[in-house]
């Protein structure tokens, strides 16, 4: 690790948190310092976004990706806490699967399906490894702000292409790379991040640490096209509805008016 500070403003979701520190890249490492993160400290200190929000702005029920699932087999990259399996379950789904680094939040998505009087079927894993998920099965691969943690886009996109069934659907949100490279300073944007720079860094916030690389909006559209997916739509456009409810000082709010915070992908398996 390099423990030279660099100038660079990391963004997730809503929050910059100032400088970051660049790493090296060891999936090994990477992948025990984020889930001793969402362990302990990460609901705590990032939230948790689940449908029918995608991220900042972005909503489901405006958008309609997914339409009917009532019979369908969903499983979820980075099931979090479980609302967004919840959010299917009472939309009548057939099967819930849902995946997860984290131990703790495999454990309050079991927890909370069952208060809702639902189930699914858990797997503790990074999403990069095989983890006895099955092939050629689900109607739907989706995930909610967990993909960008991945330490292999590729390898990634390629396991949950084999999870789906033919024409088969994937669909994801993240943090758009432009949001991160953007701070707003005395009433401006300013640039403070090299789009471009796709690099891992590590960020220390309230006695936790994560560690993520902000990937271009190409390396995820290549790397869809290389698993075998078409895509069918993008979006990162902010929904006006959810901006104007935040009101006039909210500068968050003033930031995703003028360029975009959050991007959804959906794509079919070829």
Same mark, same amino acid.
């Given at each position: 690790?390099?423990?030279?500070?660099?100038? $660079?403003?990391?963004?997730?979701?809503?929050?910059?948190?100032?400088?970051?520190?660049?790493?090296?890249?060891?999936?090994?490492?990477?992948?025990?310092?984020?889930?001793? /993160?969402?362990?302990?400290? =990460?609901?705590?200190? %990032?939230?948790?976004?689940?449908?029918?929000?995608?991220?900042?702005?972005?909503?489901?029920?405006? @958008?309609?990706?997914?339409?009917?699932?009532?019979? +369908?087999?969903? %499983? &979820?990259?980075?099931?979090?806490?479980?609302?967004?399996?919840?959010?299917?379950?009472? $939309?009548?789904?057939?099967?819930?699967? =849902?995946?997860?680094?984290?131990?703790?939040?495999? &454990?309050?998505? #079991?927890?909370?399906?069952?208060? @809702?009087?639902?189930?699914?079927?858990?797997?503790?894993?990074?999403? &990069?490894?095989? @983890?006895?998920?099955?092939?050629?099965?689900?109607?739907?691969?989706?995930?909610?702000?967990?993909?960008? !943690?991945? *330490?292999? %886009?590729?390898? *990634?996109?390629? #396991?949950?292409?084999?999870?789906?069934? +033919?024409? =088969?659907? /994937?669909?994801?949100? !993240?943090?758009?790379?432009?949001?991160?490279?953007?701070?707003?300073?005395?009433? *401006?944007?300013?640039?403070?991040?090299?789009?471009?720079?796709?690099?891992?860094?590590?960020?220390?916030?309230?006695?936790?640490?994560?560690?993520?690389?902000? #990937?271009?909006?190409?390396?995820?559209?290549?790397?869809?096209?290389?698993?075998?997916?078409?895509?069918?739509?993008?979006?990162?456009?902010?929904? &006006?509805?959810?901006?104007?409810?935040?009101?006039?000082?909210?500068? /968050?709010? +003033?930031?995703?008016?003028? %360029?975009?915070?959050?991007?959804?992908?959906?794509? $079919?398996?070829?």
């Amino acid at each position: 690790m390099d423990n030279n500070s660099v100038n $660079r403003t990391n963004i997730i979701g809503a929050g910059e948190v100032g400088s970051a520190i660049s790493v090296d890249m060891d999936k090994h490492s990477i992948h025990k310092m984020n889930s001793n /993160f969402w362990d302990t400290k =990460g609901n705590e200190i %990032l939230g948790a976004t689940s449908l029918p929000l995608y991220g900042a702005f972005v909503s489901e029920e405006k @958008c309609q990706l997914f339409g009917d699932v009532s019979g +369908k087999k969903l %499983l &979820e990259i980075g099931c979090g806490s479980g609302q967004s399996l919840q959010y299917h379950g009472e $939309r009548k789904a057939s099967e819930l699967w =849902g995946m997860d680094i984290s131990e703790n939040q495999i &454990e309050k998505t #079991r927890q909370h399906l069952t208060a @809702c009087g639902l189930t699914a079927q858990l797997v503790c894993s990074p999403m &990069e490894e095989e @983890c006895g998920i099955p092939k050629d099965y689900f109607d739907f691969v989706y995930s909610i702000y967990a993909i960008g !943690w991945t *330490t292999d %886009l590729e390898g *990634t996109f390629s #396991r949950i292409a084999s999870y789906l069934k +033919k024409d =088969g659907v /994937f669909i994801f949100s !993240w943090s758009h790379p432009i949001h991160k490279c953007v701070v707003a300073e005395n009433n *401006t944007l300013a640039f403070k991040k090299n789009y471009f720079d796709e690099s891992w860094y590590s960020v220390s916030l309230n006695e936790g640490t994560l560690t993520l690389s902000d #990937r271009k909006l190409s390396t995820y559209v290549n790397a869809l096209s290389k698993a075998g997916f078409v895509i069918e739509q993008m979006i990162e456009q902010s929904d &006006e509805e959810i901006i104007q409810s935040c009101g006039d000082n909210n500068e /968050f709010a +003033k930031k995703a008016k003028m %360029l975009p915070v959050t991007f959804v992908f959906k794509a $079919r398996k070829h």
